[in-house]
C-alpha cells in the first residue's frame, strides 16, 4: 500500500508529552478524599493447614480499622487469571484460603488510617497452622506419593477442560498427529534432549496498586493497573458478591505491564475493604509482595526427542512439557498450549508428531501471563534443539530453518487442533517474510564472517547464534473488540475503545487508523480507553491481540462513520455518494471539485436539517490470527576463565506486517529484546528450603540498564497481511521469544558447550566449560 | 514536623513526620508526577534533582531536605512550554508506559548541565541508576543525544 497518509508513519505517540512532563496519572496518583490504606500479611510457611488466625494483635495498633483473613472473609472460588468467561484456568483459590500453599500467599489485609498502621497491623497477625509436606519439585508432582495441593478442595474447572487436581494437574495438552512410531523407525538418526526454562518477574516499573472510591451515587469506582479493566470488573462482581452494575473500573496510564496486569488482584482487596466500610481505599503491592504475591513466568521443562532423514527431514518429533503452574493455576492451560500452538507450526512439515503436555501444582509462586505467553518457554529448547540437529546435520542452521519453516499458503494441523480452552481454528498463512528476516539479520549479525570462527581475545570468545520464532495476533474467535465514534461540531472525532493501553501505544494505533480511514490529521481523533462506564468492551491488552483486532474494530467503525459523513454531504450538495470522495477533513464532488468541510458536514447534521449524529460502534471477532514472525541473533563474547557471557550485539528483524507505526513498533521489539536478554542472562527466582524467596528486590534480582546493554539492532520489514488493518499484524510479544535461544546458540557456537538451563549464569557455563574438559 | 522547601521555584511550607521520606512527602502535597517503582533505592522511578543533584527520593528524609531547592519534572517544562529534554524523548519515541520517564529525564538533565555534550558512555553511565522495562534504553539513549544537540545549539 503507497497511498497511505497516517498509518505507517512514526507519528509522536498521542500521549508521550503529558507522560514527559508528569501530567499523566497512575492508578495511585488518583485524587481520593480520605482514603484508607491497606496492607497484605502474607504466609510464610510454604504448605499449611490453617486452624485460625490471630487478628488481636493487629486490631490493638493506632489507626487499624480492619482486618480481613480467611476466617471473617468468605469468597466464591474464582480464578485471579483475567481471561474471557468462563475462563480457562481452573476456579481454585479464594480471596483467603484456609490451605496456603505458597509462601507469600496473601493471607490477611489490614485495613488502617496510614500505610505504616497498616503495615505495622499485617506485621501483627499471627497465623495458626499446621505444616503440610511441601512440594517443590514440578517433575515429582504427578507421583502417587507426592502432596496434593488441591486434591481435597472443591476446585473445578469452569469449561470442560482436562483438570484433575487430585493428580495435581492443573492443565493438559494433549495432540499429535501421524504414525510417531513410524516416524521414527524411518529416522536416520534420533537426537533427544531436555531444556528448562525458569520462573521470572515481569518488573514492571509501577507495582501492582488500585484505587477505590465512591461515586456521587455510591456506585463503587476502582482506578486499578491492569490490562484487563472489563474482566476485572467482572472478577470483582464474582469473588465478592457486588453486583456488577455497582462497579466501574478506570484503567488510567498504567506503568507497564507485560502479563503481569492480566490478573486480577490487588482491587479485589481494594474493593473489598471499600465496600464493606464504605471508604475510599488505597492498596499497592510493595516491591518484594510484587516479585513473591503477584505472577511469574511459568517454568517449564521441555523434552524434545526428534527423527531426522540424513537429507534433513524430520519424520518425527515427540515433544513433552512439564510446566510448573506453582499453587494455583492462573493460565496453567494456555500457557501450556501456547507452548505448542504457537511454536509447533512453525516448522509444519514435520511428518509425524506429538505433543504432551501437563501444568503441575507445586508450592511456589504463581505463574502468570508473560509477554511471550508459553511460547518464550518453547522456542528456547526449540531453537537450540534445531541449533543441534543442523550441526549434526552439517548444514547451516539458517539454511536448515529455511527449509521447515511455514509458508505463505501454508497451513498446520496444530492451528486446528490446540486453542485456548476450546479447539482451535485452522488457517492459512497470508504474509511470511521469515526468510528475509533471516537474510537482512544474518547480514547485519555478520554471520558468514564469525559463524563457527571463535574468534579469541585472551580468554574471551566470540560467537554468533540465531533463533526464530512466530507468534499470533489475538485469539481467534474468541477475543472480541469494539469501538465507537462519533463526530463534533469542528470536524474532529471521538474514539471510544476498550482496548488498553498499558504503555505500548495502542491509543496512538488504533487512532492513527481512526485517522486514516477518515482522512483527517491525527490530532483530529480524541482516543478515550477502557473505561467501563464509558468506553465499550474489549477483552484487554494480550494475546498481541490489540493492533490487530482492536485495530479491525476501529477501522469497521471508522469506515460506518465515513459512509454517514458521506451521505450527509450527498444530501447537501444533492449529489449521488458515489460521485464524492473523501479529501483531507473534507469530501469533494469528484465530477464538479466542489468541496464541503468535515465541520460543515458536522454542523449541518447537528443543527441543519434531518438532525442527528454522526457516530458508529463496530465490534470485531478475529477468525484467524495471523502470525508475526522473527529471526533474531546475539553475538557474544564469552569469557572462559569466569563463565561470564556479554552479549555484544543483538540483531531483530520482524515481520509484523504493516507496521501502523513503525517507531512504536521497534520499541515493542527493543523492549522485549532486552527484557529477554536480561532473563536468559541474570533474572533468576532463589529460594530458601522452605520454599521462600531470597531474592525478592532490584538489588538481587538483577534486570537490565543502561550499562548492561548490548547494541540493538531492531529492523522492522516492510510487509502486509491481507487480514489486518491497513496489512498490520501484532508486534508487542514476539520479541521476547528469541533472546535467550540466540544467546545459547551463540554461547554453542563460541565454546562447543550447550546450556540446556536458564539462566545462563556464570557458575553454569564454567562448570559445563570444565565437565567438558 | 513542619519544614521549608523551594519546589519547582515555588516556596512552600509542609507538614509531615519526621520519618518520612521526600518521596512521600512530595505525592502527599500534590507532586504525583515523582513515582514510586520500588521503595528502596533500586529503580530511580522517584528521582528528583535535590540542589541540583539527582538523589532517590524515596532515601532521602524530607527532614534533611528542609531549605533545599527541590526540581521535579514539572518543574523543568509544561506540556504546553515544554523543555527540549521532554520534546526529544516524545519525538525518538522514548517513552512508552512512561513510568520511568519524569525520573530519567531528570537523570537526562543533571548529567547536560554537567556535560553537554556527552558520548553515549556517559549517557549510558549516568542513566544507569534508572530503570526501564519497557523500551530496551535505545530510544531513549537517542532522545539524549538529540536534546544534547538542540541544547548546545540552542546556548
Known sequence: MTDLNIVGKSLEKVDSLSLACGTARYASDCMIHDPLFLAFALSDTAHAELHSVDDSKAREVKGVVDVFHAFNTDSGLFSTAGQGFPEPSPYDTRLFNKRVRYVGEIVGAVLAESIEAAREGAAAIKLNYSELPPLFDPEKSMDADSPKLHGDSDAYAPLPVPYRPEENVAGEVLFSYGDLEKGFAAADFVVEESYRTHQASHCALEPHNASAYFDERGRLVLVVSTQVPFHSRRIVSRALGIPGHMIRVIKPRIGGGFGGKQEVLVELYAALAAWKHKRNVRAEMTRSQVFTSARTRHPMRVRIKTGIKRDGAITAMDMNDVMNSGAYGAHALTVLSNAASKVLPLFNKIENLNFTGRSVYTNLPVGGAYRGYGATQGYFPFNQHMDEISRRLGVDFLEFVKKHHIRVGETSAVFEAIGEGTEGVSQTIKSCKLDECIDRGAKEIRWQELRGKRVTNGPMVKGVGAAVAMQGSGIPQVDMASASMKMNDDGSFNLMVGATDIGTGSDTVLSQIAAETLNVPLEKIIPLSSDTDLTPFDVGAYASSTTYVSGRAVLLCAERVRDQILSVASAMTGTPVDQLSLGESRVVNRTTGEEVSFSQIACHSLYSKDQFQIQASASFTGTESPPPFAAQFAEVDVDTETGRVRVVKFVSVVDCGQAINPKLAEGQVDGAVLNGISFALSEQYLYNQKGAMTNSSFWDYKIYGTLDMPEMVTVVLDSNEPSGPYGAKSVSEIGINCPAPAIANAVYDAIGVRIYDLPLTPEKVLKAIRSRA | ?155
Not at chain 2, 526501564?132 to 544537540?149: D, F, H, M, P, W
Open chain 2, 1 to 155: 514536623m513542619k519544614g521549608s522547601f523551594v519546589v519547582n521555584g515555588r516556596s512552600v511550607e509542609w507538614s509531615f513526620e519526621p520519618d518520612a521520606t521526600l518521596l512521600d512527602v512530595l505525592r502527599d502535597n500534590g507532586h504525583p508526577e515523582v513515582h514510586r517503582g520500588c521503595d528502596e533505592g533500586s529503580c530511580g522511578a522517584c528521582s528528583v534533582l535535590l540542589d541540583g543533584k539527582l538523589v532517590n527520593s524515596c532515601q532521602v528524609f524530607a527532614a534533611s531536605s528542609t531549605g533545599k531547592d527541590i526540581l521535579t519534572i514539572a518543574g523543568i517544562g509544561t506540556i504546553h512550554e515544554p523543555h527540549p529534554l521532554q520534546t526529544a524523548f516524545v519525538e525518538t519515541g522514548a517513552i512508552q508506559c512512561g513510568f520511568c520517564t519524569p525520573a530519567m529525564i531528570l537523570a537526562a538533565l543533571a548529567l547536560l548541565r554537567k556535560n553537554p555534550n556527552p558520548t553515549d558512555e556517559a549517557i549510558r553511565s549516568a542513566l544507569d541508576g534508572n530503570y526501564c522495562r519497557c523500551t530496551g534504553y535505545v530510544k531513549i539513549i537517542e532522545a539524549v543525544r538529540l536534546a544534547s544537540r538542540r541544547m548546545s545549539a540552542h546556548d
